[in-house]
């Protein structure tokens, strides 16, 4: 009787102490993560449940914050803060879409600008007073130039800039085992500036040589890319632009 006793009472204070003679396997999950791209910050793109978010759809997120900047800033696309848009544009950028010829020919609208820090007073003054539907950057693959064109708020005044253009190995990439073509050297090779009635101005003292454009991300209806002075630029397709305006419902940041 004894012997039973002292059986059971050892029996209840290894379960009393957490111990059991038979140890069961405690169920494992597999978490899937989103990759991150080396130049997304996580931290400044608000954690990573924020990034992992934006990942499921960036080019649908990156259309959603455009449409509300240009309605915010009345059509210009002057945009100075991070976070938010670099994580979009490093999961594009990921996506291995960099410069073709066949996809950049043709016309796009100017829909958001970020000046850099070593970006011209010229280029930051006019970055802040040309507007989406005035501001053109066209592209003549078979020229080997584009034009980029703003027009002045009234409409009775343009300045145009054509800029030769050639595809360079430098600064390109690889994805999946293949290369990706991202930057094009420029040379601003003549600037004028018309302005109604009056003969047309040449402006010498904007010609530029040795400058590059890298394209960080391109397809049919989006082209983003940043210049040689840290400048970022975002172009849609003239027609993708009307139809992200129709249909895109803005959110007011002051209403919540």
């Known amino acids: 009787m004894k012997l039973v006793l002292l059986s059971f009472l050892a029996a209840s204070v290894q379960v009393a102490s957490g111990f059991s003679a038979v140890s069961v396997p405690k169920a494992t999950e597999t978490i899937k993560r989103v990759p991150i791209p080396k130049n997304l910050d996580v931290v400044k793109a608000g954690g990573y449940n924020n990034v992992e978010k934006l990942a499921s759809d960036p080019k649908s997120e990156l259309v959603s914050l455009i449409v509300n900047n240009l309605r915010q800033t009345d059509g210009n696309g002057d945009y100075t803060e991070e ?5 979009i544009i490093a999961l594009l950028q990921d996506q291995g879409k960099g410069f073709a010829s066949v996809t950049v020919d043709g016309e796009w609208s100017a829909v958001l600008s970020r000046q850099g820090s070593k970006s011209t007073r010229s280029q930051k003054f006019v970055g802040k007073k040309q507007k989406s539907a005035s501001s053109l950057s066209n592209f003549k693959v078979k020229a080997m130039e584009f034009e980029n064109i703003v027009t002045t708020p009234r409409g009775n005044g343009c300045l145009k800039a054509v800029v030769k253009y050639n595809p360079i190995a430098k600064g390109f990439d690889k994805k999946d085992g293949k290369i990706v073509l991202r930057r094009i050297s420029c040379d601003i090779e003549s600037a004028t500036f018309k302005y109604w009635k009056f003969p047309t101005l040449s402006l010498p003292f904007l010609k530029k040589k040795g400058g590059y454009l ?3 991300y391109l397809d049919d209806d989006i082209r983003i890319t940043k210049g040689n ?8 397709r003239p027609e993708f632009l009307e139809q992200s305006l129709a249909k895109t419902k803005w959110v007011n940041p002051k209403q919540g």
């Open 83 to 87: 976070g938010k848009i670099d994580a």
């Open 214 to 216: 890298d394209f960080l």
């Open 229 to 236: 002075r840290g400048g970022l630029f975002v172009h849609f």
